[in-house]
């Protein structure tokens, strides 16, 4: 049988190429990943407003497969309408699969306090508005952005192509210019960044948090489920 330790329901954007391959990977023995998707090509904020309403019925479908959490695997779908929508919509999700629901934002929020991050270097794919979107939204929650950088990308298979490599030389770059951070935020679930964070930790000596790790962590302690994934945030619990 699948999943004899946990069934992890992921929500993503259709788009999505990274999510699975990438929490797959990292999962621990015993445990699986089962995807229901939301129609979602171009990462606006139009677009990802329409695809949020798709959420509940994603989480109804994953129920019929028995999940034991539900992960809303999207960053900046999750933080669209700021604090308050995010816990909502783990609430809603939650109760319409009735199990545990995590959603990204707050998997990310969750994972920064733990590793005690609070002035964060902002590495993201997004076009400006949205990177401002997430700025504001850290802020809010008392995180310092000491520095950022986008690349402007919309569409999502365009940011889906992008390579470890990628985001490894953004966060490089970016780091020259914020000596005073205590940590790194890798945004975007379609971001290929999860393999390159035990590298950048080693090279730059600071924790790296990257969005799919975040949310696989958090889903992992809502279950009761320990990993030792990649990077600082796996050796905490929360």
Avoid at 45 to 63: F, G, Q, S
Wanted: proline content about 5%.
């Amino acid at each position: 049988m699948t999943g004899w330790r946990a069934r992890i329901g992921l929500v993503v954007p259709s788009s999505n190429t990274t999510a699975e391959p990438e929490l797959t990977t990292a999962c621990p023995a015993g445990t699986s990943v089962h995807a229901a998707r939301m129609p979602l090509e171009d990462v606006t904020a139009d677009d990802l407003d329409a695809m949020a309403d798709r959420a509940i019925e994603c989480a109804e479908l994953l129920a019929h497969a028995d999940v034991d959490v539900v992960a809303y695997d999207c960053t900046t779908g999750s933080l669209l309408h700021g604090h308050g929508f995010d816990a909502e919509l783990e609430a809603e999700i939650g109760a319409t699969a009735d199990c545990p629901a995590v959603a990204t934002a707050l998997s990310v929020e969750r994972a920064l306090d733990t590793l005690d991050c609070q002035r964060i270097a902002l590495a993201t794919p997004y076009v400006n508005d949205l990177t401002r979107r997430e700025v504001d939204y850290l802020e809010e929650s008392g995180h310092e952005i000491v520095a950022v950088d986008d690349r402007g990308t919309t569409a999502n298979t365009d940011i889906g192509a992008l390579s470890p490599e990628d985001a490894y030389r953004q966060v490089d770059a970016l780091l020259a210019d914020a000596d005073d951070s205590d940590g790194v935020f890798v945004s975007c679930t379609n971001y290929p960044s999860l393999p390159v964070v035990e590298t950048l930790e080693a090279d730059r000596g600071l924790p790296v948090v990257t969005s799919n790790a975040a949310t696989l962590w958090d889903a992992l302690q809502s279950v009761d489920v320990d990993t030792d994934g990649p990077g600082q945030l796996f050796a905490r619990n929360r």
